[in-house]
């Protein structure tokens, strides 16, 4: 079977491109903030992971690998409602000690749950 010389072609600059995007993120990697992030999630005793629209799908999978990998891990996803508004109520629950952390993310949960939010 003969392949469409302009398949290859996209093909090409497929790869290509996908070689250019990781030639640049190599460029602006930062080795001691990735290994700090790391420790900061193997170091959690929970971690939510939250995702909207496009990234929910990531979110879903996330939340998976991290359970499978011995992690108490809980997904937030939403496919309508704007990002913006989930992170900044994620980062400013995070802001708050423990104790008042978990008490407003139960009640950010069923008040999401009223939103059409999916846990």
């Known amino acids: 079977m003969e392949v469409n010389p302009r398949i290859n072609d996209i093909f090409n600059q497929v790869i290509n491109k996908e070689i250019q995007n990781l030639n640049n993120m190599m460029d602006v990697f930062d080795e001691n903030a990735f290994g700090k992030i790391i420790e900061e ?26 359970n499978r990998i011995g992690k108490r891990a809980k997904k937030i996803i939403s496919v309508s409602v704007p990002i913006c508004l989930i992170n900044t109520i994620a980062i400013s629950i995070g802001q708050l000690d423990e104790e008042t952390s978990f008490k407003h993310l139960n009640e950010f949960e069923d008040i999401a749950k009223d939103m059409g939010f999916y846990f």
């Open 41 to 66: 999630v193997l170091n959690a005793p929970e971690i939510i992971v939250v995702g909207t629209r496009a990234s929910a799908t990531i979110a879903i999978y996330a939340e998976f690998i991290l």
